[in-house]
């Protein structure tokens, strides 16, 4: 279907072809030549996480990031420690698909909660709590800010200067002394995601992406479309869509060191509903178009 | 309808019954008890300016803000020179209402754009554009960010602390030098607007709000529910209904140096379809229930 050689750094988030299983995901990416795919785990699920990662093999398709851990935020001690047991899972299943890259949406406030303090406290401890094990592993934590209008029921951590704040605090501040020893960018332990759509409108955007540096461990790009539609998760659009300059954001990313995959990650009902080897040729188009050197 | 005594500091948003129009608000405000109001141009250009004026002045109720200003970006010279006319008309109406308060919402993208840093230049200028006639006219503006999922069609200012870098760099900041002389709080120009719905997620909410002092000089309240409603505008409970600790940022706002009402703020079909008088006596109880001392 597509005439154009796919770009170096592109990668699909398989929640943007939410109705392809792990499997149809990663075929597709072969079939349109994409060369890097971030998986969510249910997507996995459905396939099986064996023939997922022998798929990974034999198609040279290579998983820029595993989708999602986190949501540590819970109304007792039961749920934040089965909501750690299954990021230690989550570190397990990035490990054996060979990305790594976990990413984590960090969670809201537990319901009828308003401590929003203490959900901010669940969160540190429950990154302090996988990180060890994700090293181990081989596995960084990418803390992904969400957009501040799902602080309530998704993620309490909502900006950049935030999601380093906690970085910073889990893994120790890049280049000081750690146990007496410096600390080099390559043994992060706990870096961040950033999402064009959930950072683009923060005043500080551009000076975190600086400061954050080597600290960014994924990068996802989507575009802002109003008016938004209820609950609001499902209002995004292709780069190119809407009101945010994708491209000035990917600079900025660039600039501060970032070399790994564009991640296209969209949630939306009428990309979900437009048949997936068409989205694909759609977002080679938009690389093609707004992010290409 | 009331059995309650209204507490000092309260006020009512008109916004938060607005089927009625001002004339109806006053007048529902005195027959409640509740001493103070904000006050919508939209909501005063039906009862008329006179009549309204008049109003306050007979029922004794307080006019606590008038909104709005703001909307200063536009794709063309033509519209802004437009925006900046309307935001004099603005602080005049204020003046006749004899509020020194009027909140600024200070615009989103103009349609089609992606220059978010051009947007927010237009507001600085536009508000540095009216800030001499207002100071002239006793009328003080106050820069309201709104909830950063307003930022593509409503406003571009998303923090409190971006609110109060724009303040300073109209005004200047408070006890530093103005052309050699200093400036002490009484003389406050620009300051800034907190509504609870807008900042309740913001990591820095605490320390901006100390930082804010007595440039604070109004002080809104609503509630966060979930899910959000289509278009995002209408998703706002009383107090008390949602997930925003509205006392714990009261008492910073107190903490600050703010002295003036809390303006109940509710843009809510469902509050909207309850009789006025009623609403009235839930924002009685709500307050008494969770902000009074």
Redesign the interface.
């Known amino acids: 279907m597509s005439a154009l050689p796919a770009p170096a750094r592109l990668a699909l988030n398989s929640a943007t072809t939410k109705r392809w299983s792990a499997a149809e995901a990663i075929e597709g990416c072969a079939r349109a030549g994409i060369p890097g795919i971030g998986l969510w785990r249910d997507q996995v699920a459905a396939s099986g996480l064996e023939r997922t990662a022998d798929l990974i093999w034999t198609t040279g398709v290579k998983v820029s990031s595993l989708c999602r851990g986190g949501f540590f935020t819970a109304a007792d001690e039961r749920g934040r420690r089965a909501a750690i047991e299954d990021n230690l899972r989550a570190v397990e299943e990035a490990a054996q698909l060979g990305t790594d890259v976990l990413i984590l949406v960090c969670g809201g ?1 537990p319901p009828g ?4 303090a203490g959900a ?1 406290r669940m969160v540190a401890d429950g990154i302090a709590q996988v990180a060890p094990y994700a090293e181990q592993q081989g596995v960084r934590l990418a803390i992904e800010p969400l ?3 799902f ?3 998704r993620s ?1 951590v ?2 950049l ?2 999601a380093l ?1 906690l970085a910073e605090e889990v893994d120790g501040v890049l280049d000081g002394p750690i146990d007496g020893a410096g600390r080099a960018a390559g043994d992060l332990a706990v870096g961040v995601a950033v999402d064009t759509y959930h950072v ?5 955007l551009h000076e975190q992406i600086a400061r954050a540096g080597r600290r960014i461990l994924a990068f996802q790009v989507g575009d ?1 479309t ?7 998760l499902l209002g995004r659009g292709h780069v190119g869509d ?4 994708v491209r000035e954001i990917a600079d900025s990313v660039a600039k501060a060191g970032y070399t790994g995959y564009t991640e296209v990650e969209i949630f939306s009902q009428r990309v979900w509903d437009t048949p997936g080897d068409e989205t694909l040729h759609t977002l080679i188009e938009r690389y093609e178009e707004y992010l290409a050197s």
């Open positions: 406030l909660s308003r401590d929003l901010r957009h501040p209008m602080c309530a029921d309490v909502c900006t200067g935030q704040d683009w409108w923060d005043p500080q802002w109003v008016p938004l539609p209820a609950d609001a809407g009101h945010i300059d």
